[in-house]
């Protein structure tokens, strides 16, 4: 391991949070206190409305914690972290643009040079299969397709902090397998801190290098699970060692009783 | 491929617009062409008495014979409809958009502007001559009074239809306030802001014919009045017709700046663009 893959990047130091509703508070996370490398890819994982997406936003610097802090590059975050793209679950690109014009919007909004912008557009959308797709609307794309071209937007920066909130929750199986293997593809030819939120066990564990189990809500971080698989894992990773993971995962939730929510 | 091939599609292309083109020039024509006939047939049939129904001949002969004197005053309710429908834009949007973005607003200004789209506006003509005499102005303000409302109301609801995760995903990008108007809500609202704009084109004719029946001394509905109490009724009809048409006219060159504006609502001018860039 060199150096830099053993720094933290992010640290999550003591971190509740609450909101505020009609009913009162309603607590989304309890007491959180975890690091995260840099050039490491970190599943969180656990019951659907846990408090991972709070948890995501708060590592990204879109919201701030109700008490403790967080730390990015060593730096207290007060206002969205420069170097970060975000991924949500669903594609939210813009209708009146082009999927070039959706992938290039970073680039416009922190007024790079268009022309290299481009250049590099032009270019991971032949990574990402998308070639000849530059010119057509979103609304000419399937489902997965326009999850990439949202993939393309977050990368076109070449962000060292990849934040990604249940990228693929809304595809389809087949659609879902093919893109878990394009993303390992990516990652591992431009290695990036990934925070990874997801419901998924078998995504976790194909995905990461490290997973990390939330109880429900409030969230707590309730294990902490290095997985050890050779990379590229693909679609077919060592299955013995792949299951002992989704067993020894799927137990730690049939132990806190959320194991309904998993469905593979 | 072959190098014809971009080529002899673009042909193809051209000729199906041209197909396309041509039939709706004759789904727009047939109708008004059976129209006439049956105007015609009214007035040769004396199903209604030829003092109030004249012939189309003569409504064209007017049309032809006093072509300086309706264009003169075309020009005028035009550019009374023009004036009114900018006021209105110009009030319009910036309301929708304030409404929007200040809950206050919305919960303070909206219900005095439904409770004022309540009142009858052609009732403050009157008032507005008083104020402002018989030129353009008050004919305008008219105008923009009953247009105002389905643009304000278009607007509203344009800047409205924006979820969270937009703007979470511009704030991500570390947008300004000034970056996530320009370039999501203004595209995000356009469709809905053009419906109002639609709506609000034919209601500022509406307006600018109301307040030239309540005091004026030029314009279409001047005309018409003044040829209705001569009991010229080939005039009047003259009149009318140009009315409708500037009503279409303005509604087209609405509708023709949306397609322009918005082409991923328009398929055709979706198809153009992608062969454009290609």
């Known amino acids: 391991m060199t150096d830099a893959a053993s720094t933290p990047f992010i640290e999550w130091r003591g971190i509740r949070h609450a909101y505020r509703s009609r009913q009162g508070e309603i607590a989304a996370l309890a007491q959180i206190d975890q690091r995260v490398l840099t050039n490491e890819f970190v599943s969180l994982l656990g019951p659907s409305g846990c408090g991972k997406t709070t948890l995501l936003l708060l590592s990204g610097g879109l919201m701030r914690p109700t008490a403790g802090s967080v730390l990015a590059n060593g730096r207290s975050l007060n206002e969205p972290y420069a170097d970060m793209s975000i991924v949500f679950q669903r594609d939210l690109l813009f209708e009146w643009r082009s999927n070039l014009g959706n992938v290039l919007l970073p680039a416009e909004i922190r007024g790079a040079d268009r022309r290299r912008a481009a250049d590099r557009a032009r270019e991971l959308f032949r990574q990402t299969g998308l070639e000849g797709f530059e010119d057509k609307w979103p609304r000419e794309l399937s489902g997965g397709m326009r999850q990439r071209v949202a993939l393309c937007r977050a990368l076109l920066p070449d962000p060292h902090l990849l934040l990604m909130d249940e990228p693929f929750g809304a595809l389809d199986a087949l659609t879902r397998r093919q893109m878990v293997v394009d993303l390992e ?21 194909l995905l990461s290098d490290r997973v990390l189990l939330f109880s429900n809500r409030p969230a707590r971080i309730v294990a902490n699970i290095a997985i050890n698989l050779v990379r590229p894992r693909g679609f077919d ?28 | 491929m072959s190098g014809s091939d971009p080529a002899r599609k673009s042909a193809l292309a051209a000729q199906s617009l041209l197909r396309r083109l041509l039939r709706r020039v004759l789904e727009v024509t047939l109708p008004a062409v059976g129209l006439l006939v049956i105007w015609q047939a009214i007035v040769a049939f004396q199903v209604l008495p030829s003092f109030l129904v004249p012939w189309p001949g003569a409504v064209l002969a007017v049309m032809v014979a006093q072509w300086d004197i309706l264009l003169e005053h075309t020009i005028v309710t035009s550019s009374e409809v023009v004036l009114g429908f900018v006021l209105a834009i110009a009030v319009g949007i910036p309301i929708g958009w304030l409404i929007v973005s200040f809950s206050f607003l919305e919960r303070t200004v909206y219900p005095l502007m439904v409770g004022f789209q309540a009142v009858p506006k052609v009732a403050l003509g009157p008032l507005f001559v008083l104020a402002f005499g018989y030129g353009v102005l008050p004919k305008a303000l008219l105008a923009l009074l009953v247009a105002f409302f389905p643009i304000a109301a278009g607007s509203a609801v344009g800047f409205a239809s924006l979820d969270a995760g937009w703007f979470l995903l511009m704030r991500s990008m570390r947008a300004s306030r000034l970056q996530t108007f320009r370039k999501l809500q203004v595209p995000a609202g356009l469709p809905a802001i053009f419906g109002g704009l639609k709506v609000g084109a034919t209601l500022a004719v509406v307006g600018a014919v109301v307040g030239e029946f309540i005091g004026a001394d030029a314009g ?5 009045l003044i040829a209705n109490s001569n009991r010229d009724t080939a005039t009047e009809f003259a009149c009318l017709i140009l009315l409708s048409l500037l009503g279409m006219l303005f509604y087209g060159l609405v509708a023709l700046a949306e397609s322009i504006a918005v082409p991923w609502r328009n398929p055709d001018a979706m198809r153009w663009s992608a062969q454009g860039t290609a």
């Not at chain 1, 990516?186 to 078998?202: G, I, Q």
Request: aromatic residues 12%; hydrophobic residues 45%.
């Open chain 1, 185 to 205: 593809q990516l990652f591992l030819r431009r290695r990036k801190t990934v925070l990874f939120v997801t419901h998924d066990v078998a995504e976790a564990v």
């Open chain 2, 220 to 224: 279409l509905s001047y005309l018409l």
């Open chain 1, 237 to 264: 990773p060592d299955q013995a060692a792949f299951q002992a993971y989704v067993t020894e995962i799927t137990r730690v939730f049939e132990e806190l009783g959320v194991l309904q929510q998993q469905r593979r």
